[in-house]
């Protein structure tokens, strides 16, 4: 009886191991070398049919793959055939993945159905939202008086510290020193007071220089070394948070003229009002406030179907395709506005109407997207779900632009 040498035995035992230990095995790597066997035994052999005539003959080892379901590794020694099977969980590669890992078809399809739900999503919340601030915002306008004045109120606080958070962000605060956290509180709150004392006597001026006179007080008199950063940021800030938005105020309660040549004023019922209640400035402000909803839908479905060309590095997302859009959207409400309402009277003013609010509004939205884009954030608020920031941002600017007009 003649045995296989030590080294011939190891090597088995060690692919042995080898084979039961690995999570996949690769036939084609296993090149085992011709072994040469001066004699073996028939008895030795699985088959009797082996002679001894043929133990002269030089024997080779052959690794071939199975050809049944059964996993294994099969080891052909000179047609004796040794099996090492292989346990369960341990997949021969034979061209196929392992079932754990996924085609990337199926991934992509995957990702692409989870994108389309998620978009279909934000859209729905969209909607519903957009329908329900609406029909809210045209209550509160047409209420008018203190009504419309605590509701410009609380958007202007909430924007207000929107503001000065960004201006605390670490993209602006990196070069520049922010103003105390105290010193942000008491000028958010001095920006909602703003649009009452305008509505209680009745103009801007004394409010404002009061306001800016208290907070540069309170920045001088701070512990540590006053910058000069603080003091024109917090001034910006009251300027565009709190003098801005006062305009509103003034557009919506100030003109109490009555709108005589409005249809729709002559039949409103008195249990709302009577036709008293329809005056030049509820007109104006329905109408800026509807064509600032036009130039913004329009211009963000133009520039979705076909924007190509950016309108300024500012925010690269706009583009002039997108801005015309909004332009032709703006003037066509404008228009159609005048009439429905019956102001403005002409066609000429009308259309006029329709270019002030829609730069007024452009540039509002072009300077929230200076300061969101030095702050280093994407939206700097999420009242609004599904619209992610509070946008008072394009009725800031637009509104100084109508009290001119008119």
């Not at 039949?267 to 030049?280: A, D, E």
């Not at 003037?331 to 009277?345: D, E, F, M, Q």
């Not at 994407?378 to 001119?404: A, E, N, T």
Request: proline content about 6%; charged content about 15%.
């Amino acid at each position: 009886m003649i045995l296989l040498p030590r080294f011939t035995q190891n090597m088995l035992l060690n692919n042995q191991y080898k084979l039961l230990m690995a999570s996949s095995i690769e036939i084609d790597r296993c090149n085992l070398m011709p072994l040469s066997l001066s004699s073996i035994s028939p008895c030795q052999s699985r088959r009797p049919s082996c002679s001894s005539s043929s133990s002269s003959s030089p024997k080779t080892l052959i690794p071939t793959r199975p050809t049944s379901s059964k996993l294994g590794f099969r080891v052909f020694l000179d047609g004796s055939r040794v099996i090492f099977p292989v346990p369960k969980g341990i997949y021969v590669n034979q061209n196929r993945s392992p079932p754990d890992q996924l085609d990337d078809g199926e991934t992509k399809q995957e990702d692409s159905a989870l994108e389309r739900q998620q978009k279909a999503g934000n859209l729905k919340k969209r909607i519903v939202f957009g329908l329900g601030i609406g029909i809210s915002c045209g209550g509160v306008v047409l209420a008018g008086g203190w009504v419309f004045t605590v509701a410009i109120a609380t958007a202007v606080f909430v924007g207000a510290r929107e503001y000065f958070e960004l201006v605390r962000s670490r993209g602006i605060a990196t070069g520049m020193t922010p103003p105390p956290r105290y010193v942000s509180r008491v000028c958010s709150v001095i920006c909602s007071l703003i649009p009452m004392l305008t509505l209680y006597f009745g103009y801007i001026d004394v409010s404002v220089t009061s306001a800016a006179f208290v907070v540069a007080m309170a920045l001088l008199l701070q512990r540590g070394n006053p910058r000069f950063a603080q003091l024109s940021s917090t001034m910006f800030g009251l300027f565009y948070c709190g003098y801005l938005p006062c305009f509103w105020v003034k557009l919506r309660c100030g003109l109490a003229v009555p709108a005589l040549n409005t249809r729709v004023g002559t039949t409103w019922p008195l249990l709302l009002g009577g036709p008293t209640q329809w005056t030049v400035g509820l007109v104006a402000t329905l109408v800026s406030f509807s064509s600032i909803i036009a130039a913004d839908t329009c211009a963000f479905v133009g520039g979705k179907a076909f924007g190509r060309t950016p309108l300024t590095n500012i925010s690269p997302k706009k583009t002039w395709e997108g801005a015309v859009a909004g332009l032709g959207g703006c003037v066509a409400i404008s228009v159609l506005l005048s009439r429905i309402l019956s102001w403005p009277p002409s066609f000429r003013s009308a259309i006029a109407f329709g270019f002030l609010n829609f730069f007024g509004s452009l540039f509002g939205d072009l300077t929230e997207s200076m300061i969101k884009r030095d702050a280093g954030v994407k939206d700097s608020g999420s009242l609004i779900p599904g619209h992610g920031k509070c946008s008072l941002d394009q009725y800031v600017v637009s509104v100084r632009y109508d009290l001119l007009a008119l």
